[in-house]
Nanobody, 126 residues
């Protein structure tokens, strides 16, 4: 059984940083993604990674501020978030796909994923 457990969320002031972690069990990482959902809004893609970590993609809103990476030995994917803004406030979810994603853009497609974590809250105050 696949389980994804996120951690690292919290409350920070604008301009601050957080690092989210998502540890997978029962699953060998092939294509992983981070998504977020703010109250009253659709869940949106933030970043994705596939190809053993060599292929990444980012939503335009986070490019240059967020970095996704993975540690295969720990079966963990990370999301380093720098220069956080109030509009980054949301519940952040980790997602996993059974197989590799065929292209970088695919890692940002919500329906490409088979498994989801419970989420970790990120709150950024101005």
């Amino acid at each position: 059984q696949v389980e994804l457990v996120e951690s690292g969320g919290g409350s920070v002031q604008a301009g601050g940083s957080l690092r989210l972690s998502c540890t997978a069990s029962g699953y060998s990482m092939k294509c992983m993604g981070w998504f977020r959902q703010a109250p009253g809004k659709e869940r949106e893609a933030v970043a994705g990674i596939t190809g053993g970590g060599g292929i990444t993609a980012y939503a335009d809103s986070v490019k240059g501020r967020f970095t996704i990476s993975q540690d295969n030995a720990k079966n963990t994917v990370y999301l380093q978030m720098n220069n956080l803004k109030p509009e980054d406030t949301a519940m952040y979810f980790c997602a996993a796909r059974v197989g590799f994603c065929s292209a970088a853009d695919t890692t940002l497609v919500r329906t490409a994923y088979n498994y989801w974590g419970q989420g970790t809250q990120v709150t950024v105050s101005s």
